[in-house]
């Protein structure tokens, strides 16, 4: 049963307080001693990013169908945020959580602290890793599906390509030109992790041709469309076709921006192409899979195997990542453009194609 805590109970009042504000919160869940809770404690940004913490919730909602676990949702508003939303779900006696999920890279400061003070508490911590007995850490190859919608990226511009779609209202007409063969990236905040997002991207694009422009900008947050609406027009109007960005929620603002010009956008984390009104502009979706992550970590509490001190690797071979085609564009991209994608896969699953996590070596 999932359960939304009140930021303000959660945090407020004193530990003692806290705690008991949060057992009232969970209907009751820890009277049942067979059954396992988890806490989640989501990235900034919070749920309705269609993105990297959705995906997160995917797994837990997809465990709760699978095992029959219960568990609790927690949305940080600032980083300062971590540290007691962590501890207040190791702390918690009604119920227990036997995992605290802990979702982002942002959040390893505050685990350290946590793992030691709870050193009888299960942790899982996505996108980074800490070395400590009772976390289970989960990081993804995020440059090798980055380097796949690169390379769609690049096939496209350097192509005439037309797709027949809408956006509000009307009908559109969805194109690149291969006059200029010039692709975008736009990035939240910038840090070593997104970094790796835009170096597998350009690298992709320079598979196809080294000569490809890759425009690259950070909007500074994950959460300011009107930000990435922004960038993304300077983008389009400096004769970019594609525009990938790892941005959050920022980038929704990227994909109003190709729809409302008729050009092409590529999402993240999840398949953004889905309940989308942009749907006809995004091409590809880069999906990580922090909903297999979050699954897996779960499962191994419950089958009593949990992982902890292990770090555990998802790339392309284990199916952590994956370039997803565009659900407007299931079937409509040439065969020949699908072929090369298959063949650069598997090229990087057998070592013949090693992807840069650094911008500078792309």
């Known amino acids: 049963m999932r359960t939304k805590l009140d930021r303000r109970t959660f945090l407020g009042g004193t530990a003692g307080a806290a705690v008991t504000g949060l ?5 009751g869940g820890g009277g049942n001693d067979e059954t396992t ?15 990297f913490n959705d995906m997160a919730h995917t797994g837990i909602q997809r465990a709760e169908e699978e095992l029959d676990i219960e568990y609790s949702n927690t949305e940080p508003e600032s980083q300062s945020e971590f540290e007691t939303m962590q ?25 350290e602290t946590n793992a030691e003070e709870f050193p009888d508490q299960k942790f899982m911590l996505v996108d980074s890793t800490l070395d400590a007995d009772n976390v289970a850490s989960y990081v993804f190859k995020e440059e090798q599906g980055s380097f796949q919608v690169g390379h769609l990226a690049g096939l496209l511009t350097t192509r005439e390509f037309s ?4 956006y509000g209202g009307s009908d559109t007409t969805f194109s690149t030109n ?18 790796k997002f835009e170096a597998g991207f350009m690298a992709g694009a320079h598979h196809v041709d080294e000569n490809i422009e890759v425009r690259r900008a950070y909007a500074g947050s994950w959460n300011d ?33 190709a729809a409302e010009r008729g050009s092409l956008a590529i999402g993240v984390d999840s398949d953004q192409s889905l309940e989308n009104d942009a749907s006809h502009a995004i091409v590809a979706s880069m999906v990580k899979h922090v909903d297999t992550a979050v699954f897996n970590a779960t499962k191994s509490v419950v089958d009593d195997a949990f ?7 998802l790339g392309l071979e284990k199916d952590g990542v994956e370039a997803v085609i565009g659900t407007e564009y299931e079937g ?12 650069s896969q598997s090229a990087i699953n057998n070592g013949d194609i090693e992807v840069p996590t650094d911008p500078e070596n792309a």
């Open 332 to 343: 409509e991209l040439p065969s020949d453009i699908t072929d090369a994608l298959e063949e």
């Open 37 to 51: 809770n988890v806490g989640m404690v989501y990235a900034l940004g919070g749920l309705g990013d269609k993105a």
């Open 23 to 27: 057992a009232g919160c969970t209907g």
């Open 178 to 195: 291969s006059e200029k063969t010039t692709v975008g990236f736009v990035g939240g905040k910038e840090n070593p992790l997104i970094k």
């Open 225 to 257: 469309p009107s930000k990435g609406k922004e960038i993304a027009d300077s983008m389009y109007n400096e004769d970019a076709d594609v525009v990938y960005h790892a941005a959050g929620g920022t980038g929704s603002g990227v994909f109003k921006s």
């Open 163 to 166: 797709h027949e779609g809408s």
């Open 307 to 313: 992982n902890g001190g292990e770090i555990t690797a």
């Open 87 to 111: 501890r207040q779900f190791a702390s918690s006696s009604d119920p227990t959580y036997e995992l605290v999920a802990c979702i982002g890279f942002a959040q390893t400061s505050a685990l």
